[in-house]
């Protein structure tokens, strides 16, 4: 064995702080705090300083065993969890990974299931995301896990991509702001793993596309987010299954070991994507890739292979040892955290309830002539129409299925909030004409249209991309035949969020967005259809009026190209009009701002204060939101970026004064020249409102 020294000083100045770290099970005298430690002693004690209880590991394990640190081995998968192997010899377990970005993954039996990733960014709620991400820890935890798979953190650069529902949208600091929060959410429970690490936004050719982008879009736009997580303290980051500029992104170089853990300091562990995230063993290991899952294909005995000939230096294994060991530590999984109680934890009536606000506040109310709220009251007939009307519409059967003991559907749920009203139920995408007959005359029509998991979802286990944006032909058809109908139709969409709508928008009374709502997405509807919530959804990504309006999306080529510009900012280049912008939502009461002014920067950041006043007739939720622009700059910019945002609640005629903070830092781009952000000298404008196309306050902040 080799002699311990590193860790009995600091463990000295933890006993002398604390009486703590003196204690040992073995019968040495604990007063004696200046005799050194075995690296058993150290390793398994949980007042002993983290790095130290790692180098105490690490220096017990034989190459074997360190190698066994380092891949997946689902012959031992069980309980729907994909399976480390644990060492029982020195009391290390392994990891218990699973997925989880809408509950925690179906295999494990059922889950709360929430509403989808898209659906959770329109609620611009960072407290409750931070909720979600706890409640899924919790879960996680209970069926055994201690990693969770999520969150799925790329950007929506097209809302074709088959995962666009698992992620919060396409705005990067939008996206980041959820991931911060879900990830510390998750890890009170357990390990987060933010995924995947980088430019990974196509599924039908996931596996081979090379995505082509400059420095410049790759640190503006599609890292950041991912940078976010890490200053969260994620511990763990899901290496692409893509290729970025011509590397396989699990043995990234530039990707991993320059930018994720050299510059940003990440200390955790990076693991593989599943099917064929692991290209190679050498390059991998030295990329910074240190854990391959599923199984061993190129770690293993390759890797033992490897290190025994001399092609890798034992040292290189050693990097990504102590990063699974520092997680096993620092996360309570050497010490045994205790379990919850799946009876008390899995599907808890405060998991369930939180399902329903979180789809409250994310259904985004994008059309109203005033047929909104319906009245739930006797006398009052409404006709719930369509097939999804009647289904559970979770979303993706791929890595983010759920399995759910139970969902209300629309119509289940509009009964059972009807108060008398009655409902009457034509679940059919094809209705008779004597069904549509009972459409005439309805005080109004709710029709239920849009996507399920036959239309997107995750690349060659589900659905792959979207073939386009429009709706089914069935679908329009359906629309359509409910407005010749009844001039009172509402139009609630389903799905991972955009779908064409200039067949019917102007026509309609109302179209709310209700994304995959989750297992309480019924009652949700039934809460914000009938009034008892106003709507308070805000879009996550530009909602177009033809695909044509968006940066071409390319499923089926092995290159693709990403540009600087994509969503609110391509458009607002263009000069092209969304149907809704980003940013949008209406409810029921209306909101006006006033008096924005914006302080020095201080530390750093600068404080934007603006007047928020509810103006209508009842009690809502508002998302303030803050862009800015660079007027002047000398390079490429978008007309305006996101930099804050603010969800607030107030009373019918209540005015409350809101505070936006951004960094001055965000102001940055990044320079080719210097390889570093620089915030240039300018004078930004700074705009705040409520849609990225309503910005009625503005000023200036000169640097
Ligand atoms: C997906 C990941 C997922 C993994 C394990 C992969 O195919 O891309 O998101 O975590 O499978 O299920």
Known sequence: MRPFLPGWSSCLLVALATAGCGKDAGGTDPADATAPHSPEQVAHDPAAMLEDRVEALLSLLTLEEKVAQMHGDSALNSGGLNFMRDNPRLGIPGFRMVDGMRGVGAATGPATSFPVGSARGATFDLELERQVGEAIGAEARARGANVLLAPTINLVRHPRWGRAQESYGEDTFHVGSLAAVFVQGVQQHVIASAKHFAANS????????????????????????????????????????????????????????????????????????????????????????????????????????????????????????????????????????????PALTIASPAHIALARRVETEAAVLLKNDGTLPLAARPGVRIVVLGALADRANLGDTGSSQTQSSYVVTPLAGLMANARGATITPVATDTPAPEQLAQLDGADAVVVVVGLDAR???????????????????????????????????????????????????????????????????????????????????????????????????????????????????????????????????????????????????????????????????????????????????????????????????????????????????????WDVVTSAFVVEPLTYTVAVGSSSRDLPLSATLTL
């Open 202 to 341: 196509i599924e039908d050719s996931r596996f081979m596309v090379d995505v082509t982008l400059d420095e410049r879009t790759l640190r503006e736009v599609y890292l950041p987010h991912f940078k976010r997580a890490v200053s969260a303290g994620v511990g763990s980051i899901m290496s692409a299954y893509n290729l970025v500029n011509g590397v396989h992104c699990g043995e990234n170089v530039h990707l991993l070991h320059d930018i994720l853990k050299g510059e940003w300091g990440f200390d955790g562990f990076v693991v593989s994507d599943w099917l064929l995230g692991t290209t190679s063993t050498v390059p991998s290991v030295l990329a910074g890739l240190d854990i391959e899952m599923p199984d061993a294909n190129f770690y293993g005995q390759p890797l033992l292979d490897a290190l025994n000939t001399g092609v890798l230096p034992t040292s290189a294994v050693d990097q990504s040892v102590r990063r699974i060991l520092r997680d096993k530590v620092r996360f309570g999984i050497i010490d045994g955290k205790p379990a919850l109680d």
């Open 455 to 669: 239309n997107e979802g995750e690349g060659a286990i589900a659905a792959g991309d979207r073939r386009s944006l429009a709706l089914s032909p069935v679908h329009e058809q359906l629309v359509n035949s409910a407005l010749a109908h009844n001039a009172h139709t509402v139009v609630v969409l389903e799905g991972s969020g955009p779908s064409l709508v200039e067949g019917f928008v102007e026509r309609a009374s109302a179209l709310l967005l209700a994304w995959y709502p989750g297992l309480e997405g019924g009652n949700a509807l039934a809460d914000l259809l009938f009034g008892d919530k106003s709507p308070s959804g805000r879009l996550p990504v530009s909602f177009p009026r033809a695909e044509s309006q968006l940066p071409t999306f390319v499923n089926d080529q092995p290159h693709v190209s990403y540009g600087l510009l994509h969503g609110y900012r391509y458009l607002d280049a263009a000069g092209s009009e969304p149907r809704f912008p980003f940013g949008f939502g209406l409810g029921y009461t209306t909101f006006s701002l006033a008096a924005l002014t914006l302080g020095p920067p201080l530390n750093g950041v600068v404080e934007a204060r603006v007047d928020v006043s509810n103006t209508g007739a009842r009690d809502g939720e508002h998302v303030v939101q803050l862009y800015v622009s660079y007027p002047g700059s000398r390079v490429e910019r978008a007309p305006r970026e996101l930099k804050a945002f603010q969800r607030v609640s107030l009373k019918r005629g209540e005015t409350r004064s809101v505070t936006l903070s951004f960094a001055v830092a965000d102001l940055a781009y």
